[in-house]
């Protein structure tokens, strides 16, 4: 018998997976990677310490599109957790299915979080995945119902745990007996749920019906500015944000916009994203030298480069003074 464990890496999914493996199960991992929480580095060596084959999922922009418009709502931020557990599990469903596995693991523990683990929030989530019996959930079995592979016998419910609610130390105990070594950090969250990088995200959601994940991967290059209904600058807080902007303007995915380097001083390099672009150039000019040091530079004399989009190459398109 096989199955397909939810793994993020985090302490909970690695549990499951040995509470599994430990009863003969083969496992295979499966990590769902987005723009706003890709753990897939750390999950691929916690996988490696279990043994276990893993999958990394890289969300498209079919993903962008559900987030932007979620069916349940979205929690205390910008996060739509409830239709992304739904996608997680449709992915564990397509993939049971492809490797021939009888059911899907999952670190869930009742009641620990309140955007998704509440009992209501799993019988939801596992009813529109279509995988109604068949997620096992070892950290918490005890405290649901059982699945089809507790009753038909795949798997032996007294060897499943009852815990809910919130609590590390438990978890780190049962880590500990079973042999688990390396005991993985707390993760640093989804991007999607702090409540300071909501407005952004719901700036992108209000301007572009159908986002991208290059839409996406540009929220975390920079200044996000609102220019006009149309139009959106991103300037660069630092160097890394500069070489960011370059790749993401390259990217033959990348939106119609304008990238602006200044070419004779040291200041940050922007982007200019939407379809009316060019009456925004000097604007943008005047915002770049505003977050530029004056007394490094000759203002009179400071010239920006602008670079178009013609197929995929990047030409120099103007001096902007
Ligand atoms: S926190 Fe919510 S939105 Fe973010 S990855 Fe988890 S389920 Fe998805």
Redesign the pocket.
Known sequence: MKAIVLFSGGLDSLLATRIIQEQGIEVTGLN?A?P??DRSEPAQKAADALEMELIVYRTGNEYMEQ?AHPRFGY?KAV???ID??IE?YRVAKEQMEQFGAGFVVSGDVVGQRP??QMQHQLRLIQRESELDGYIVRPLSAGAMIPTQPELQGWIDRKRLHRYTGRGRGRAIALAHRLGIKKIPPMST??F??EKSYAPKVFDLFQHEPHPTNWDAEILNAGRQLRISPKVKMVLARNENHCKRLEELFARSDARPSILLIPESFQGPTAILIGEEIQESIELAGTLILRYTNSDKYDPSAATIRVCRHSSQTVIPAGIVK
């Open positions: 769902f987005t706003f929480y987030i929690g996060n739509p957790c992304c557990r997680m955007n998704n969250g989804c999607l749920c």
